[in-house]
């Protein structure tokens, strides 16, 4: 059994900045591509950044520049540096990742979801 379990979420002015933890456990061998995806009220889940194992990223054109996504290897956790936040920003924030567990079986999970929530 695997589990998403996000963190860092909350309520900021514009401008501001937070930090967003996603940490895996469980029957995990190994873990693939990690991801933030968000969905703001009435709007479909949206990808907002991605990271391989080896590294590379990918971003939405409206993050760029702003946020960065990360990963600790050892410690199955992806993270979400977001700075000059703006309004448009709220939304419910999601976890993802792909990962083959102990049963060698490759799946994609989900975490519970975080609010961020901007302030104009």
């Known amino acids: 059994q695997v589990q998403l379990v996000e963190s860092g979420g909350g309520l900021v002015q514009a401008g501001g900045s937070l930090r967003l933890s996603c940490a895996a456990s469980g029957t995990i061998l190994s873990i693939n591509g990690m991801g933030w995806y968000r969905q703001a009220p009435g709007n479909q889940r949206e990808l907002v950044g991605s990271i391989t194992s080896g590294g590379s990223t990918n971003y939405a054109d409206s993050v760029k520049g702003r946020f960065t996504i990360s990963r600790d290897n050892a410690k199955n956790t992806v993270y979400l540096q977001m700075n000059s936040l703006k309004p448009e920003d709220t939304a419910v924030y999601y976890c993802?990742?792909?990962?083959?567990?102990?049963?060698?079986?490759?799946?994609?999970?989900w975490g519970q979801g975080t609010q961020v929530t901007v302030s104009s």
């Open positions: 993802n990742a792909v990962i083959r567990t102990y049963y060698l079986r490759v799946e994609s999970y």
